[in-house]
């Protein structure tokens, strides 16, 4: 799945973006209690969370240097 990303929007927000929604899934599926896991749903959220950092991965690749210009760096 690719990112559709409107000319108008800077790399950078549509960058926090992703990354904000990669976060929140990420801290749903950490929340879960361990003991309550049904497997169905683990696999469910795993993949959502998976396929969006997927996501965010390809779109650092694809706009490397638009981002170091716009400021972020590397850690």
């Not at 990420?26 to 469910?44: G, V």
């Amino acid at each position: 799945m690719q990112v559709q990303q409107n000319p108008s929007i800077p790399v950078s927000e549509v960058y926090w973006s992703l990354l904000h929604k990669a976060d929140k899934k990420f801290s749903k599926i950490r929340e879960l209690p361990y003991y309550h896991r049904n497997r169905h749903e683990y696999d469910a959220y795993f993949y959502k969370v998976f396929k969006v950092y997927t996501q965010l991965w390809k779109f650092q690749q694809e706009n490397r240097q638009k981002l170091v210009d716009a400021g972020l760096r590397r850690s």
